[in-house]
Structure formats: structure tokens, C-alpha cells
């Protein structure tokens, strides 16, 4: 297979330099491009021809977030954000995220020091996995829905999963729903260690829906609920939330599948499942579940999807709806909502 092509935008040189030489150490990626500054990665794309673009998130001039949009927008192609900032500080880069860009890695994550080591050939293969994404034009005017969908369907509420790729369709969806929209929403994304926090922040000064981390306990009530790292968000009895940080459920912990497993559980036909962009099958059992106790099962299409592999596997298993995310905004519009049980 032929070398894949890397263009680094970095503005420090040493870190740049040490980034190349994990990436070319094992001779099946080539850095064929090395710049310091957005509007320079920007300018060499045509010459370039990358099949990715590694992009910090801080640079001097044009930011990092500001050279997603204007590369998602005019030439997309895969993007992986690298941040020196996490926790609440992460906000730009879930930003980011939700204009294109496929994945973000924290700075201090990477070990430059050892090129040869097990965690960078596992940076590499991501690299590679993330390398061969669809990636679509971003314009901004996409974000209207079109009608569609089962008009006054009730709904108690509405489970999201998703991961690679995830978060620009979460976006987009979210970005519709009134500030009023009555369902709640409990969100599982995927993402790298130190993001969510920043997603979180970031989705909650962009939406008009209040968006908050899912606290153990508190009821489902009307709004934006995203799992913490390092647990899984459930729908428990009586309508409210609970966090299990023990159970162990396939790769990954939140698990979409336990989430939308416990929506089947306490909302029955009431309960509405929505399998996003990402690597892997994760979310597709829990969809399954949803459906057979008469639920709504809506999958993100092939056309719309950074990574084709969750809502594959959903919809694989059968689907209600495997619709853009425009279209699922729509759908989820449509639905009227009915209390949980046991819910004040």
C-alpha cells in the first residue's frame, strides 16, 4: 500500500519535528508537509494532497478552530485535532469537532520520546483508520430540517450514541431543538480522555437547550444530559439518572448500549434511540433493545457519516429511520413528549 501523506500544522518546531518522527518511525506514513501557522497548512493543501491533517489547536493568527471550518468548508478532509488544553479549557476543540474534524488527542497523551514504543503504533493505526474516514462539506446552511418523520409520536426520552465523527452531527441536531423542546436528551459520545468537559461547555453555549453533565440521582428531566468519562449513564426506575462507574460492557465505559438497553427497560414504545457517527458496533444491541418494546430506532445514513460503523451495525438490525442528521433534528421535532413512570 502506498505511504499515507500527513500534513502537520504545528508552531512549535520541536514538537513538530518529534511528531514526524513518530509518524514516519515505522515507514507506512510519510510527513510530506511540516507548517507553522494555519494560513501556511491552508495555502499547501492543493500541493500537498494529505490524506490527513494533524492540526493544534492553538496557533498564532488563524486558530486551529477557525482552519477547521474554513478546510471543512471549502476542501474537507480528515482532521485530527491536537490540544494542549483539556478539561473546560477543551471548548474550542470540541468546536473543532463539531466543524469536521474527526478526532482530538490531548498534547501530553502522546509520548514523543519513544517512536518505536506499543502506544506510538497505536497512534500510528489510528492515524491510518482515521486517514481512510468520509469526510463531507460542512456548510453551514445545512443545519435547517427538512419535514419529515412521525409527527406527534410520543416520547418519554430520547437516548443518543455516537463516536468518531460523532459530535459535528450531535452538533447539528442539538442546534435545532428548541430551548423548550420537552424530551430529555441523554447523550453518550465516545471521545478522547479530558474532552468531555469541554464538549459539554462548548455544546451549552451553542445550543438553545441547556446542556449538563449527568449526575447520578437527578430526575430526567427536559434538556441535554451528557455521560462524565469513565462511567455509564442509565435510565433508572422512577425516571431518573444513575451512573455506574464499575460495570465493565465491551470497550467502552459510557456504553451506548447500556444506555439505550435501559431505555427499552423503563420507557418501553415511549423510548427513542439514535446511533450517530463512530468506529465499531456500539449502540446497535441497545437499539435492538428499543425496538422490540415498540421504541423509535433512527441511525445516522451512510452519505452523512464521517465513520459508517455504529450506524451500521444498527442498521443492520433494523432501523426505524437511517436518515441524515437534518432529518433526524426533524424527526426528533415531531415527537410529543409522555412522562416517564414513576417521574414527578
Excluded at 509518524?23 to 495555502?43: F, H, M, N, Q, Y
Excluded at 430506532?297 to 452519505?303: G, S
Aim: glycine share 10%.
Amino acid at each position: 500500500m502506498p505511504q499515507l501523506r500527513v500534513l502537520i500544522c504545528e508552531d512549535s518546531r520541536s514538537y513538530a519535528q518529534a511528531l514526524r518522527r513518530l509518524l514516519e518511525s515505522d515507514g507506512e506514513i510519510t510527513v510530506a508537509a511540516v507548517c507553522g501557522s494555519a494560513e501556511e497548512a491552508i495555502r499547501e493543501l492543493p500541493r500537498v494532497q494529505p490524506d490527513l491533517v494533524t492540526m493544534d489547536i492553538e496557533l498564532p493568527g488563524m486558530d486551529g478552530l477557525q482552519a477547521v471550518e474554513e478546510i471543512m468548508g471549502s476542501r474537507p478532509l480528515p482532521i485530527l485535532v491536537l490540544s494542549a488544553y483539556v478539561g473546560p479549557g477543551s471548548a474550542k476543540t470540541a468546536a473543532a469537532l463539531a466543524a469536521g474534524a474527526l478526532d482530538a488527542v490531548a498534547k501530553d497523551d502522546l509520548d514523543l520520546r519513544n517512536p518505536s514504543g506499543v502506544a506510538a503504533a497505536v497512534f500510528r493505526r489510528r492515524i491510518a483508520v482515521l486517514s481512510r474516514a468520509r469526510v463531507i462539506r460542512h456548510p453551514r446552511s445545512a443545519l435547517k430540517p427538512r419535514p419529515g418523520g412521525p409527527q406527534g409520536r410520543r416520547a418519554a426520552v430520547v437516548g443518543v450514541c455516537s463516536s468518531t465523527g460523532g459530535p459535528q452531527a450531535l452538533a447539528r441536531i442539538l442546534a435545532v431543538l428548541p430551548a423548550a423542546y420537552p424530551v430529555p436528551v441523554l447523550v453518550v459520545q465516545h471521545i478522547a480522555a479530558g474532552f468531555t468537559e469541554g464538549l459539554i461547555q462548548w455544546l451549552s453555549k451553542t445550543v438553545p437547550l441547556p446542556v449538563r453533565p449527568a449526575a447520578d440521582g437527578v430526575p430526567a428531566a427536559p434538556g441535554v444530559w451528557v455521560a462524565p468519562e469513565g462511567a455509564h449513564l442509565l435510565l433508572a426506575p422512577g425516571g431518573r439518572l444513575s451512573l455506574d462507574r464499575r460495570t465493565a460492557a465491551g470497550r467502552y465505559r459510557p456504553s451506548g448500549d447500556l444506555l439505550l438497553q435501559s431505555i427499552a427497560r423503563e420507557a418501553g414504545p415511549a423510548g427513542v434511540a439514535v446511533v450517530l457517527s463512530g468506529m465499531g458496533s456500539d449502540g446497535a444491541e441497545g437499539a435492538v433493545a428499543v425496538r422490540q418494546r415498540g421504541g423509535l430506532v433512527i441511525a445516522q445514513d451512510e452519505t452523512s457519516s464521517a465513520v459508517y460503523g455504529m450506524p451500521r451495525a444498527a442498521a443492520e438490525r433494523g432501523v426505524d429511520y437511517a436518515v441524515p442528521p437534518a432529518r433526524i433534528a426533524a424527526i426528533l421535532l415531531g415527537l410529543r413528549r409522555e412522562p416517564l413512570r414513576g417521574k414527578a
